[in-house]
C-alpha cells in the first residue's frame, strides 16, 4: 500500500488548532515552542486561545497551520513509529501547505518555514489593497469551463485581472482576480448552471498575477534559504508533478504565488502512480474530503488529534 502525507492551506485555521496534542506530548509542544521563538511571539497561545480574527490574519495563519501539522507529525513519528522518508511514497500540500510538506521531507528546516510563512503571508497581505481584489467559489462546473468564464469576465472589463485560482476537484473552483471581474465571473457562472458561485471572505485575491509583487519578495527570501531535496519527493501543486531537485522548488514556490493550485491533478498524478491511502496531517478534514471525490477508490484520513494518532497506531498494529 503506497501513502501520500498531504498538509492543510489556508481556511482550516481554527482557535484551539494543535492545543490537545501540545497538552499531551512534549515534541508537539517542542515544535510550538521553536516555531514561537523563531517569530519572536507567542504565536501558539493565539493558535490555543485566539481571537479568532487575529488567528484567521494571513500572516498568522499560515505559519500556525504549518506548526500545527508539524507537531501532528512529531507525535505520528514518536507515537505510531511513523518514518516519513520510509513510508511515505509522496508528499503534497494545499498552496502554504507545500512548504509544510517540505518541513515534513526534511527540505527546510522549522525555522526556515515558519519565517517563509510569515513573509509570504505579510507579503500577500500588502500586495493589493483591501477591497480591489476578491475570490470567488463557484460550484458545479469544471475546470475547464471555470478558465473560460474567467476569461470573458477579464474580457467584458477591458482585460481586468480574472483567473481560476485553485482547483479542487469535484467541480470545485476558485476564481482570483480584481473584485469587478471576479463579481462579472459569478455572473457568468451562474448563466452557465453553476450550482453555487459566492464571493469568498479572504483578505485579498492570491493565485492570481495580482500576487506579482509578492512573488518577488518570496524570491529575494528564497534565495537565501538553503532547501534540501526532500524524501520522499514534493509533488508541487503548482504543475502537479513529482520533484527533488531545490532550484525547481524554489521556482515553484515562487510560482505557485501567482500560479493555479492544481489539487485535483495533484491527487490524480499521486492516484496513477500507486498511492491509495492519502492521510492529511494537522487542522481539520478538507483535503480528505476533497481527495475522496478525486480519487474514489482511494482511503482519505486526518490526523490532527490525540484520538486520531491513538486510532491511527492501533490500526497500525492490527
Known amino acids: 500500500m503506497k501513502t501520500a502525507l498531504v498538509f492543510p492551506g489556508q481556511g482550516s485555521q481554527s482557535v484551539g488548532m494543535g492545543k490537545a496534542l501540545a497538552d499531551e506530548y512534549s515534541v508537539a509542544r517542542e515544535v510550538f515552542a521553536r516555531v514561537d521563538a ?13 481571537p479568532e480574527r487575529e488567528l484567521t490574519l494571513t500572516a498568522n495563519a499560515q505559519p500556525a497551520l504549518m506548526a500545527a501539522s508539524i507537531a501532528a507529525l512529531k507525535v505520528l513519528e514518536t507515537e505510531a513509529g511513523f518514518n516519513v522518508a520510509k513510508r511515505a511514497a509522496y508528499v503534497a ?77 469535484g467541480g470545485q473552483v476558485v476564481v482570483s482576480g480584481a473584485a469587478p471581474a471576479v463579481q462579472r465571473a459569478l455572473e457568468l457562472a451562474k448563466l452557465a448552471g453553476a450550482k453555487r458561485a459566492l464571493i469568498l471572505p479572504v483578505s485579498a485575491p492570491f493565485h492570481c498575477a495580482l500576487m506579482k509583487p509578492a512573488a518577488l519578495v518570496m524570491k529575494r527570501a528564497l534565495k537565501g534559504v538553503k532547501i534540501l531535496p526532500p524524501k520522499p519527493p514534493l509533488v508541487a501543486d503548482v504543475d502537479a508533478s513529482a520533484v527533488v531537485d531545490p532550484e525547481r522548488i524554489r521556482s515553484g514556490l515562487v510560482a505557485q504565488m501567482t500560479g493555479t493550485v492544481r489539487w485535483r491533478e495533484t491527487v490524480a498524478y499521486m492516484s496513477a502512480r500507486g498511492v491509495t491511502r492519502f492521510i492529511e496531517v494537522g487542522t481539520g478534514k478538507v483535503l480528505a474530503g476533497l481527495i475522496r471525490r478525486i480519487a474514489e477508490s482511494a482511503t482519505a484520513i486526518s490526523i490532527g488529534t490525540p484520538a486520531d494518532i491513538a486510532a491511527f497506531t492501533v490500526s497500525a498494529e492490527a
Open 38 to 50: 523563531t517569530l519572536s511571539e507567542n504565536l501558539s497561545r493565539l493558535m490555543f486561545e485566539g
Open 93 to 169: 500540500g494545499h498552496s502554504l501547505g507545500d512548504y509544510t510538506a517540505l518541513c515534513a521531507a526534511g527540505s527546510l528546516t522549522l525555522e526556515d518555514t515558519a519565517r517563509l510563512l510569515r513573509l509570504r503571508g505579510e507579503a500577500m497581505q500588502k500586495a493589493v489593497p483591501v477591497g480591489k481584489g476578491a475570490m470567488a467559489a463557484i460550484i458545479g462546473l469544471e475546470f475547464g469551463a471555470v478558465v473560460k468564464i474567467a476569461a470573458q469576465a477579464a474580457s467584458d472589463l477591458a482585460g481586468a485581472i480574472c483567473h481560476a485560482a485553485i482547483d479542487n476537484g
